[in-house]
């Protein structure tokens, strides 16, 4: 299976200051379509998973522009520009590109 | 707009089972492959199960391989997950979602396994 690492665990972050997520993969992501399946999930507190980015870098709707996603192969990376009250829990990366479905352990989001 | 809801979770003694059900709308579901994820408290997301649009080909995580069984009816809009054998291990809340990455999720329903 792939395995998927995120870090860190435990990001506590300022109000309007920029935060960043670190996801590598243990193979390339890359599929033979050429499309690399690299999705990112917002878990708030007590409330399901929410999908935000899809193929490393589209945001999905209603999503706002500080969120963005980069990176290619094995090393991704999730931004938040300026992080907001509302963006506090955990934040998981997916691959979708091989089976099965793996996820990161899961980053969580606290304000200071 | 996109929903799914599940159905079906409960309490059950290991050994036990369960069907789940997901009722979604909003979208062309014979289109959409259809995914079970699970959560164990506190704890991370794992792919439990995939099936696709057509119900013919499925995909089960080692952990359920061959005590949990996907199934759908197109006719009405409906995703199933039954659940044999049961341990204290599968409890969690499970999730399903629309598509094999995940697009949207439903609120989940929590199935515990315990004597």
């Known amino acids: 299976d792939v395995v998927m690492t995120q870090s860190p665990l435990s990001l506590p972050v300022t109000l309007g200051q920029p935060a960043s997520i670190s996801c590598r993969s243990s193979?390339?992501?890359?599929?033979?379509?050429?499309?690399?399946?690299l999705s990112w999930f917002q878990q708030r507190p007590g409330q399901s998973p929410r999908r935000l980015i899809y193929?490393?870098?589209n945001r999905d709707s209603g999503v706002p522009d500080r969120f963005s996603g980069s990176g290619s192969g094995t090393d991704f990376t999730l931004k938040i520009s300026r992080v907001e009250a509302d963006d506090v829990g955990v934040y998981y990366c997916?691959?979708?590109?091989?089976?099965?479905?793996?996820f990161g352990q899961g980053t969580k989001v606290e304000i200071k | 707009e996109v929903q799914l809801l599940e159905s079906g979770g409960g309490f059950v003694q290991p050994g036990g089972s369960l069907r789940l059900s997901c009722a979604a709308s909003?979208?062309?579901?014979?289109?959409?492959?259809m995914t079970w994820v699970r959560q164990a408290p506190g704890k991370g997301l794992e792919c439990v199960s995939s099936?696709?649009?057509?119900?013919?080909?499925?995909y089960y995580a080692d952990s359920v391989k061959g005590r949990f069984t996907i199934s759908r009816d197109n006719s009405k809009n409906t995703l199933y997950l039954q659940m044999n054998s049961l341990r204290a291990e599968d409890t969690a809340v499970y999730y399903c979602?629309?598509?094999?990455?995940?697009?949207?999720w439903g609120q989940g329903t929590l199935v515990t396994v315990s004597s």
């Open positions: 979602a629309r598509n094999s990455n995940l697009d949207y």
């Open positions: 909003g979208f062309t579901f014979i289109n959409c492959a």
């Open positions: 099936i696709s649009g057509g119900g013919s080909d499925t």
């Open positions: 193979q390339s992501l890359a599929h033979r379509d050429g499309n690399t399946y």
């Open positions: 193929k490393i870098s």
């Open positions: 997916m691959q979708g590109t091989h089976w099965p479905r793996t």
